[in-house]
């Protein structure tokens, strides 16, 4: 009933739509324009659809290759498109699909998008798609990277969308040729479902949080299976700890570290601080999860398993091997989705500061998400502003018009990644039975297990493979919602023959015990037979009942030995089918007018995310006034809790009734936000806590409810519930479509949101921590790295723009463990004092050295300066071997044997609780549960003191190099050009963001490389243009500097102009610099020698004399924004052909500044002039060639030109360091014959004297005539 239902649904809408795509909306009302140092755009148009337009129209200019790059990574066709480059993208396809969608539900999750966002994302695909039309059309340059893929015939395919991959071909695809009209050459390629792919592909690498429960039943059986019982599940709980009560948290809780507990001492909760359970919405539901919740910890009820009970309930087959497996196809998916610039890494950190602790009065925030280092960048900046609802500017990433990180006019916000789990682990018995269709025990009832078989391009050359996925959970034609991620037997393997009756796999171990036991195909040739073993060879199976269809060599297959059971792991997500609807939740923040409205979008998604925001409105009432404005924290998801007593860390038993549902029932009518079951929630209260309860009470987790619709025509939609009584729900959130009649739902319980807003403290800061106090946590103990940037916080009342500057710079020398130094050596003084050095005087030395190292200034990081910096101190080394020595030391007799010692955060975070627990003087840490002692019968100041020791007599590793962030296109190995400057690494956002959030909105931002991705060329003819803005950004990056976040697009409003004046300055810069637009084009405030026109066209900053800080003024300085560049102030060049052979000629005469050291007595001097296409002249004068004619003055001449065709240069110093020096360099005739002049326009000269880049210089040449070609002035 409901895939019909749907499908028709689905059908009407498709058909009104087609009709869109084939009338274009009129996009007059819309424009964009660049700034033109930095080609950044800035969008405004009358409507939200007509910006959504031009959104996509800019993206595809810039990042066209992204979106497909993208796409194919989120629909699993990557190896379609560059199989023939690397095979092994066909196993990043499968994972892709594995726990995937079809074609069907793709689209079924844009058709439950609100129809506003939903028509948002069709309008950002007429741009991206308008854009391939004109590529096509030979109107706008075609990018290399499609030239590419049309050169492989996939011209008409470039998302890899025009065939039927699963259930059907994309809807919307239209092919070239005429299908649509209004783009005859290119069809209609890009689709909402491609958008919806990519928005699949972020939300699950950004907001899918796991406790790996697979793997932690493993290391509970292992453990158990060396210990025992007691000591196993003891042992297993230190290993698995959920929640240090001392570990950092972002909703503020004075006992923990940096709001005022560093080594915390637990203060009581008064009483009067808790709100009663009946006004936080905790009702008897809650009772039971909590009631549940404390069984497990302490041992067990009538009803239900102890640990040890749980761990024999399942067979002991290799599961963390199989963790093992998963992880390692994931590490390569990701390695070489890293490489082809389609991968997105975890991370980002982030700041609020309330205007009582601003210098200026004006509360910030400042945002670094941490994205990772790909080319081109993953994010870019633009302005999104429409005459309607969006008015936003910042970071955005591909797929959809929506800005992630960024402000609009009344509030600013980021996003980190947040640790709430939304992804649960089921355990599903396969039913042992002679069948061909696989079946498996649904809560008590042998129910088919749903495979779905997708289609895999291997290549570009049309050659296919089949694959068959698996689900569970099949409730009212839903397809089922539990992905199964693996199958769990004795034996498993692909075979290498077979026949109707018998399987054969060469190598394998069967033999006599899988005799009564089953075989079991689950892709290949025969998927879904299931038989019993009748007999069995080393390496042959013989069914006692004859295959339907004979396995052969595709047949991949699973064996359990008589008496054994077939686990299959199944995920159960809570944003399953829902990746869009935090998709278009978060298209509400860049709509916020408010922090509360940030919250609302918040509270949509189902993934989980951290918004921290800052908003310019009068005090929300909610919290403490802090003077001006509002500031905020919110971390989204829907992590359910268990109605059972099934331990949080261990896989639910599918055989069992589902412990995540509170109800189960039908619908008997809905409304836009209500939903009518008669009497199903009797004597049940699912109304949430209050606004600010977690902050209110840090150590409750509270609970709110969701209720599911799990199908039917509302499938598949989840909403908070605001409120019910027997017989209704109200929900948060209105219904993008209205569930019916015969709808099935779901209620669970979630932990309720962690939030503060307006904390008294003031200040907030999160850098993937745990939330808030009560919260579960995946290895976070006391130590970590938010407690850094927390404690500064806490330090200084009076935060300004310089001062936010800078600490984001300190955070670069952290590890990403932070400062493992922070308590450890301490701790080491401590175990020193108590036992001595042991005779071994090194520890003394080393001690020493590492105490001076956590000191100021280092603070235990590798480096203190990221801009100077050129190595990582070997402390930190130490710290690293030195934590792995104690984990070793101290647990390594209780793991061998059954798991691995733990090592970086976690490893750290368990030898603190093992030293604060024998220690006993560290008061609310963690209470170690073993009973036994880690430390054997020491002492554990001697047995610190001993691993010390042990590397001690090493010393301190000296420092080592840095290294660098590197930037290789992925057709880097095609084409040598497409390697780009590296910078030097350090512990940063990739996106950086600081915005004071006054009347008027001020911010500043940087990311890696630029904005573009355009580079022309061809397969076969190389590349032949890179657009400058691949890389204009890096000298900002590299130097920890930001450019303004113009507000231009206002200005475009009702025809307006950006620049109002005509003086030849954008209005938005002016105002950002000064606050008003009463500077003329000629004002040179600064006194640099720089206009302000001329600032702005250089992009430099109009109020600093010396922008890059490299002590050229910037009217001398022709890279006013590139420390390492200083350029001639004037340069006089000529570059002349002659119809005679060997007769050209090249004269350069330059003036400038020098602020490095030349000594061409010693060093190389090397001197290029070049253009996009490469080097033009290039020569170098080895060391001691020139003459030194005084102190200032050295001089090369040869009139045979023996060198390169040199005949002259001429190096003249300026007498001190504020005096210009010269240039002069002279070519005998020669031939240049490859030098268009006719086409050659922006120039480098550049002279390097060793390594120190001493003149860089970059402008037009312009041809005179068509023999010359000669520098601008």
Request: one cysteine or more; proline letters at 5%.
């Amino acid at each position: 009933m409901f895939q019909r239902n749907a499908l028709s649904r689905l059908t009407i809408t498709l058909t009104v739509l087609f009709a869109m795509l084939t009338a274009p909306l009129a996009q007059a009302a819309s424009t964009a324009v660049r700034e033109p140092r930095w080609g950044t755009p800035h969008v405004y148009a009358d409507t939200d659809l007509e910006m959504a337009y031009q959104v996509g129209r800019q993206v595809a200019l810039d990042r066209l290759v992204q979106l497909i790059l993208f796409a194919r990574a989120g629909r699993g066709t990557l190896s379609q498109a560059f199989g023939l480059l690397d095979p092994s993208f066909i196993d990043d396809d499968v994972d892709a699909r594995r726990e995937g969608y079809t074609s069907s539900e793709l689209n079924q999750m844009y058709a439950n998008m609100p129809q506003a966002d939903a028509d948002m994302l069709l309008e950002y695909c007429k741009g991206v798609n308008d854009v391939i039309e004109e590529i096509y059309a030979g109107s706008l340059p075609e990018p290399l990277e499609i030239n590419v893929l049309r050169t492989l015939g996939l011209g008409a395919d470039l998302f890899g969308n025009a065939t039927n991959l699963s259930d059907q071909v994309d809807p919307f695809y239209l092919p070239p040729g005429g299908a649509d009209p209004g783009r005859p050459l290119a069809g209609f390629q890009y689709t909402p479902e491609m958008g919806i792919a990519i928005g699949v592909i972020q939300i699950r690498r950004f907001g899918a949080e796991s406790f790996g429960e697979d793997s932690r039943f493993g290391e509970l059986q292992a453990l158990i299976g060396v210990h025992g019982t007691t000591a196993g599940t003891e042992i297993w709980r230190d290993l698995n700890f959920l929640n240090d009560p001392l570990a950092p948290v972002t909703v503020p809780d004075a006992t923990t570290p940096g709001f005022g507990g560093p080594l915390a001492a637990v203060d009581q909760v008064e009483e009067d601080a808790i709100v009663d359970a009946s006004d936080a919405g905790v009702g008897a539901p809650t009772d039971k999860a909590e009631q549940a919740e404390k069984a497990v910890e302490t041992g067990a009820t009538d009803a239900e398993p102890t640990l040890a009970e749980y761990a024999a309930r399942f067979p002991a087959h290799d599961y963390l091997a199989a963790a093992d497996a998963r992880r390692e196809r994931f590490e390569d998916r990701e390695a070489r989705g890293k490489k082809w610039g389609a991968w997105m890494k975890l991370g980002s950190y982030t700041w609020m500061i309330a205007a009582n602790r601003s210098a200026t009065g004006n509360p910030w925030i400042g945002g670094f998400p941490q994205m990772g280092i790909q080319t081109p960048s993953i994010m870019q900046f633009t302005e999104n502003r429409s005459g309607e609802t969006v008015h936003a500017m910042g970071m955005q990433l591909v797929g959809a018009p929506l800005m992630l990180i960024g402000h609009n006019d009344t509030v600013a916000y980021s996003s980190t990644t947040a640790q709430l789990r939304v992804a649960d682990t089921f355990f599903e018995e396969v039913v042992l039975e002679d069948s061909d269709v696989l079946r498996y025990n649904d809560e008590g009832t042998p129910s088919p297990m749903l495979p779905r078989t997708e289609t895999i391009f291997a290549n570009s050359l049309g050659v296919t493979e089949t694959f068959t996925f698996w689900r569970t959970h099949e409730r009212g034609g839903n397809g089922g919602d539990r992905p199964v991620s693996q199958f769990l037997a004795d034996a498993a393997g692909t075979a290498t023959g077979g026949s109707v009756s018998d399987l054969t796999d060469t190598g394998a171990s069967f033999g006599a015990p899988y005799v009564g036991g089953y075989v079991a195909i689950i892709d290949g040739t025969g998927v879904g037979q299931i038989r019993e073993i009748s007999a069995a060879t080393t390496d042959t199976l013989t069914a006692g009942a004859p295959f339907t269809t004979a396995p052969d060599d595709t047949s991949e297959y699973v064996a359990v030995v008589v008496g054994g059971d077939i686990v299959a792991i199944s995920r159960d997500l809570a944003y399953w089918m829902e990746e869009s609807t935090s998709v278009w939740g978060w298209a509400q923040m860049q709509k916020a007018d408010s922090c509360l409205d940030v919250r609302a979008a918040a509270r949509v998604m189902p993934s989980t995310h951290n918004f921290p925001c800052v908003d310019n409105l009068a005090f929300n009432g909610v919290g403490t006034d802090g003077g001006k404005g509002n500031i905020a924290y919110f971390s989204g998801g829907f992590s359910r809790k268990r109605q059972d007593a099934t331990d949080k860390l261990l896989p639910m038993d599918g055989t069992s009734a589902n412990p995540l549902a509170v109800v189960e029932g039908a619908v008997d009518s809905a409304g836009a936000s209500a939903l009518v079951a008669t009497g199903a929630f009797s004597g049940q209260d699912f109304s949430p806590p209050a606004v600010n309860f977690r902050y209110q009470n840090p150590t409750l987790q509270g609970s709110e409810y969701l209720v599911t619709i799990t199908s039917g025509t509302g499938y598949r939609q989840t909403r908070r519930i605001a409120s019910n009584d027997d017989d209704s729900l109200t929900v948060e959130y209105p219904w993008s479509i209205v569930p019916a009649g015969g709808d099935t739902f779901e209620i669970t319980e979630i932990v309720a949101m962690p939030e503060a807003i307006n904390p008294a403290e003031g200040y907030m800061a999160n850098w993937n921590n745990k939330a808030a106090t009560a919260d579960d946590g995946s290895g976070f103990g006391r130590n970590h790295r938010v407690a850094f940037i927390t404690e500064r916080l806490a330090d200084d009342p009076s935060w300004d723009r310089d001062k936010q500057r800078q600490l984001n710079k300190d955070v670069a020398g952290l590890s990403g463990n932070g400062n493992m130094s922070r308590y450890l050596v301490p701790r080491l003084r401590q175990a020193i004092e108590a036992v001595g050095n042991g005779g071994n005087p090194d520890v003394d030395t080393v001690l020493a050295q590492l105490e001076a190292h956590n000191a100021t200034p280092e603070f235990g990081r590798g480096l203190v300066d990221p801009v100077t910096a050129t190595e990582v101190a070997g402390e930190v080394a130490f710290i690293n071997s030195l934590t792995a020595q104690l984990a070793d030391d101290i647990y390594g007799d209780e793991f061998t044997g059954a798991v691995g010692v733990p090592g970086g955060s976690r490893g750290l975070a368990m030898v603190m609780h093992a030293i604060d627990s024998a220690a006993g003087d560290v008061t609310g840490s963690y209470a170690q549960q073993f009973a036994g002692d880690y430390f054997n019968g020491s002492a554990w100041e001697t047995v610190v003191r001993d691993s010390l020791s042990a590397l001690a007599s090493g010393g301190i590793p000296a420092d080592s190099p840095r290294g660098n962030d590197i930037y290789a296109h992925p057709l880097a190995g095609l084409f040598s050009e497409l390697i780009f400057p590296p910078t030097p690494a350090g512990n940063r956002g990739t996106w950086e963001e600081i915005i004071e959030v006054g009347d008027t909105i001020v911010g500043e931002f940087m990311f890696p490389l630029g904005q573009s991705g355009l580079i022309e060329g061809s397969l076969g003819g190389g590349v032949t243009s890179i657009d400058p803005n691949n890389t204009s950004l890096s000298p900002l990056w590299r130097d920890w500097r930001f450019l303004p976040m113009l507000t231009a697009g206002s200005d475009l409003e009702a025809g307006g102009s950006v620049d109002s004046d005509a003086d030849g300055v954008w209005d938005s810069y002016e105002r950002w610099y000064f606050g008003d637009l009463s500077r003329a084009a000629k004002d040179d405030s600064d006194k640099d020698k720089l206009s302000l026109v001329e600032e702005f066209l250089a992009g430099s900053d109009p109020t600093d004399p010396d922008t890059d800080d490299d002590q050229v003024a910037d009217g001398t300085d022709r890279q006013p924004q590139d420390r390492l560049l200083f350029g001639f102030a004037k340069l006089s060049a000529k570059l002349k052909r002659s119809t005679k052979a060997d007769s050209d000629t090249l004269k350069v005469s330059g003036k400038g500044k020098i602020t490095g050291t030349f000594d061409p007595a010693t060093d190389d001097v090397v001197l290029t002039v070049s253009d996009a296409n490469g080097d033009i002249y290039a020569v170098t004068v080895p060391a001691g060639t020139m003459t030194a004619k005084n102190a200032t003055t050295f001089l090369y001449k040869d009139k045979t030109g023996s060198i390169s065709a040199l005949q002259q240069i001429q190096v003249k110093l300026g007498k001190t360091p504020d005096k210009d020096s010269k240039l002069k360099v002279k070519t005998i005739k020669t031939d240049f014959s490859a030098v268009d002049v006719a086409t050659m326009r922006e120039v480098t000269t550049l002279l390097t004297n060793g390594a120190t880049e001493t003149f860089n210089d970059t402008r037009d040449w312009e041809p005179k005539g068509t023999t010359t070609l000669q520098s601008t002035k």
